[in-house]
């Protein structure tokens, strides 16, 4: 603990001498959500990095993320604790197989999911994130809609907006493994208790969620709830921000595989480390951001 206090103090220094921003996913570490300036789901800190006025953004999450933040303000240095945090949902889907599939369906406009690389991002007509997903295809007029890489989170988008998609066979890893008998077994343990689930669950444990939607909207939703005792379907650090808005709430995560291990590769150590060092730092080929920026800005123009 007093070495976290000598971290946390150093960060604060390193962050004036620096003007800079610390953003954090709410599946970060508790002891880097704690110094964040501001936790969100990948829409709002999207939304963040395009909007401040900071010279560096340090992205606490995965890579597409900060890579994302770089995108949207070219002109910032954005730099990340741990270059090793990756996702492999986003590694599922590479820019080749995409133009095949691009060229079988010539008509249709791509929609890809946030949790892409920029270069698939460039190939994109409009990116959305789990928050805004129903609201960027409702917003679409296309005959045929390519979707990439999330299947379980297209397979719900098909459900809510009645349109068919060319879905893509990636998915999450960690909300992937969460099944109907995991919750099954917590509705039988906590009687009465709600099941909020993140739409990156398999299509028949979304089905069975009393209130589906985003991090940042599982965490609304739990804050505003009556209920006591609330299983949560998504990554285990949300907790952080799910017991401090509700300490007296118990929150009963459905399996202890709701863990991502790429969100857990940063810590407070080498966030400082990277403030120190100004490294590893995020780069896009500008022709790569410059195609990927449109498809992320469309996306923050959806109302
Ligand atoms: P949101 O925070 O946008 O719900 O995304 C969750 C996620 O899986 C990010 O990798």
Redesign the pocket.
């Known amino acids: 603990e007093e070495q976290k206090q000598e971290l946390r103090e150093r960060l604060m220094q390193l962050k004036k001498e620096r003007n800079a921003i610390i953003l954090a ?3 970060q570490r508790d002891e880097i959500q704690e110094v964040a300036d501001f936790r969100g ?3 709002l800190l999207a939304q963040k990095a395009a909007e401040t006025d900071a010279d560096v953004i340090v992205f606490c999450g ?1 890579h597409f993320m900060g890579e994302s933040a770089k995108i949207l303000a070219p002109n910032k240095t954005v730099i990340i604790p741990d270059e090793r945090a990756g ?1 492999p949902m986003a590694d599922m889907v590479n820019v080749d197989g995409l133009r095949k599939l691009k060229a079988e369906h010539p008509n249709a406009k791509v929609v890809t999911y ?2 892409s690389s920029a270069e698939i991002k460039a190939e994109t007509d409009i990116c959305c ?3 805004n997903a129903v609201k960027v295809i409702a917003s679409l007029d296309a005959e045929e809609i390519i979707w990439v890489p999330d299947k379980n989170l297209g397979h719900y988008v098909e459900q809510q907006t009645g349109r068919p998609l060319i879905k893509w066979e990636g998915y ?1 890893n960690t ?1 992937d493994m969460l099944t109907v008998n995991d919750v099954m077994e917590m509705k039988a343990k906590y009687p009465g208790a709600p099941f909020v689930v ?1 739409p ?1 669950c398999r299509p028949e444990v979304v089905a069975m969620g009393d209130f589906v939607g ?3 909207a599982i965490i609304d939703y739990c804050k505003r709830s009556d209920a006591t005792d609330i299983i949560v379907g998504t ?1 285990d650090g949300t907790g952080y921000q799910l017991r401090k808005d509700s300490p007296e709430k118990r929150f009963h995560f459905a399996t202890k595989y709701l863990v991502c291990p790429n969100m857990k590769v940063n810590n407070l150590k080498k966030l400082v480390k990277c403030l120190e060092t100004m490294q590893p730092q995020i780069y896009v080929p500008p022709q790569v951001a410059e195609n990927a920026r449109l498809s992320l800005e469309r996306m923050l123009q959806v109302k």
Do not use: G, L
């Open positions: 996913h709410y599946y789901d990948s829409f995965v996702c946030i949790d994130t789990s928050s999450c909300h993140h990156e985003s991090t940042t990554e």
